[in-house]
């Protein structure tokens, strides 16, 4: 069973009470009698028609159960269905914290409330499920032969992925569905329906809630290594459905599948809808699983020649992490990123982790860290860092998230400017040797309102050969509060996009001012961007031609470091100014598009003569 709740009954409660108070939804009231059937519950478009009234005696098959968890119940389906392919013929019966006493395969008459129920909350954007709750049914006869399942494959599913809302909210829950237009109306039209996939490869790796991606449309914006590739904000992949289980793990346990690996056969069950992702198939059959080999990638070794800087988000890494996980990571940069002359980490927690007190010291996590790297094989890094103020740059609460610099000291000399701290800025001055800074390490206007609640991105000058080279570290603020992608707002609202562009202006116009003093200087921004290499924040980072991004030097179907609902994407980034010619870039892939991963972010690389 999945490790989080599916819904929580008592914002279900909440929900349906505030929605009766506010006029949104009428108290319960008796629908007619004569003959009301699944697809008259379901309507035309994505609220009930009958929403707030109850119900009586609705046939139906049972297709399923769900006998675990706190959102108990079985899904009914109609085996007479009627022509109109905009109205499903399931419907989830809620049933709460007790299991129904119904098997698959019993003819049933159902009676109870109408409800449109929001998973995660209305606020979120995600769509309703239209559901039967306080139900009460007979059995009329069992082991009936099931209603046909619809299969999901590229005949079926549109190549367009959505409706838009014309004026007002962007709201889409009032348009009559399309099916046969938009993939997002399809996926609503089967809300509750048996549905299946055939020899479906998978694009998002099994999680520890035991869910995964696959694609319906294997040859939809295939990555190199089997992927489903998000290229555009146009361009959302509507082949892509989770897959989750309602089988007894021990009985079958849950596939451990990795990108580019299938699930032969067939995988099938009712078609369900959660926060988490959208629509699923919740699966009472499930494919087997052929193993694609997926490997983890190596980069090659710099030469002599070269330097060498790596990004790496180590994904809230503090002393309390397992030894396990600090032994992984330093492998990876041993083994996977060829020890890299300087590395740029992101999600470096303090000494004491999310634990929230004044602590805000990382010099036990990073210590932690250059010991396993230094037990790998790899060198004896030093580092860099500024402490952030407590609970100023957002994060696990508690954490003290910052960005930090490990380099090899055998290979890069790094000079100490004292000045640099929590809140004062560095600045770009002039040197006998073209360009320097204020303070190094230093932060980058760690006042502006940009940062507000968020990492400060850390410049650093270093010294390779003779030459000095300047690594801005970065960890711009997240995606949270986003819609996603399934939302009932179309097209969604990306609000975190506008800070992350006001980021991308602070440290283009910190970095102008650098190259005013040394035109010719070498300098590379890394990092987490949580940004897209087509976003606004990226095209703000690269303005005047300040910067190339150098995932855009990639063939398409290689831009990507990260998985998200099946979608392959970019969100980390290595760019550079003009002074660095003929660069080396690869992003490593060891771990994004496994089930088996030590960070959800794949590290890249950049070599270079200077």
């Known amino acids: 069973m999945s490790a989080h709740p599916i819904r929580r009954p008592a914002t279900f409660a909440a929900l349906i009470a505030a929605a009766m108070a506010t006029g949104l939804l009428a108290a319960p009231q008796s629908a007619s009698a004569a003959d009301v059937r699944i697809h008259d519950i379901q309507g035309n478009t994505r609220i009930s028609p009958l929403a707030g009234k109850t119900v009586t005696d609705v046939p139906g098959t049972v297709t399923a159960v769900r006998s675990f968890g706190s959102a108990r119940g079985f899904w009914l389906q109609d085996p007479d269905p009627d022509r109109d392919q905009a109205t499903s013929e399931g419907v989830f019966v809620y049933t709460g914290s007790k299991t129904p006493e119904v098997a698959v395969g019993d003819s049933v008459r159902v009676s109870g409330t109408v409800t449109e129920y929001y998973p995660g909350g209305a606020a979120s954007g995600v769509q309703s499920v239209t559901e039967i709750s306080k139900p009460t049914w007979t059995v009329a006869s069992s082991k009936n032969p099931l209603p046909e399942t619809f299969r999901l494959n590229a005949a079926s599913l549109p190549n367009r992925y959505s409706p838009t809302a014309d004026g ?124 694609n080999k997926l490997q983890r990638e190596k980069t090659r070794k710099q030469a002599e020649s070269e330097l060498s800087v790596a990004t790496y988000n180590v994904e809230n890494l503090s002393p309390k992490d397992t030894q396990a996980k600090f032994d992984r990571l330093a492998g990876a940069v041993v083994e996977n990123l060829s020890s890299p002359d300087v590395i740029a980490l992101e999600e470096v927690q303090d000494d004491n982790g999310p634990t929230n007190d004044k602590v805000v010291s990382a010099d036990a996590t990073l210590k932690k860290l250059t010991e396993a790297i230094a037990a790998a094989g790899g060198p004896s890094y030093a580092w860099r860092q500024i402490d952030p103020a407590d609970d100023q740059d957002g994060g696990q609460p508690g954490g003290n998230i910052r960005v930090a610099f490990l380099y090899n000291p055998q290979r890069v000399s790094f000079t100490d400017v004292a000045g640099g701290d929590a809140t004062t800025a560095v600045t770009p001055v002039k040197s006998a040797g073209g360009a320097a800074l204020s303070a190094n390490p230093g932060r980058i206007e760690p006042a502006d309102e940009a940062w507000k609640n968020s990492r400060k991105p850390l410049a650093a000058r270093f010294t390779f050969r003779g030459k000095p080279v300047f690594v801005i570290a970065n960890h711009f603020n997240s995606k949270g509060g986003d819609q996603g992608l399934d939302s009932r707002f179309q097209p969604p609202a990306r609000p975190s996009e506008t800070q992350r562009t006001a980021q991308a202006k602070v440290v283009n116009t910190w970095l102008k001012s650098l190259l005013a003093i040394d035109a010719k200087a070498r300098v590379v921004v890394a990092g987490d961007l949580n940004d897209y290499d087509f976003s606004p924040a990226l095209d703000a980072l690269t303005a005047g031609r300040a910067l190339t991004d150098q995932v855009s030097r990639l063939p398409r179907a290689e831009r990507y470091g990260y998985v998200f609902n099946g979608n392959s994407q970019v969100l980390d980034h290595m760019l550079t100014s003009r002074g660095i010619r003929k660069p080396d870039y690869d992003i490593v892939h060891v771990n994004a598009e496994f089930a088996d991963q030590v960070s959800d972010h794949d590290p890249q690389v950049l070599r270079f003569r200077p």
């Open 168 to 291: 007002g909210d962007g709201n889409v829950e009032s348009l009559p569905l399309a099916p046969r237009s938009y993939a997002l109306d399809r996926y609503e039209s089967l809300e509750g329906m048996l549905t299946q996939v055939k020899d479906a490869r998978v694009v998002g790796a099994a999680s520890e809630h035991n869910e995964l991606w696959v694609t319906a449309e294997p040859k939809q914006n295939s990555t190199v290594r089997g992927g489903s590739l998000y290229g555009s904000y146009g361009q959302q992949n509507g082949g892509r459905v989770k897959v989750a289980s309602l089988l007894p793990l021990a009985e079958r346990p849950f596939p451990q599948a990795n990108v580019g690996d299938r699930l032969t056969g067939v995988t099938s069950g009712p078609l369900d809808y959660d926060q988490f992702g959208g629509y699923e198939v919740q699966a009472t059959a499930l494919g087997a699983l052929e193993d």
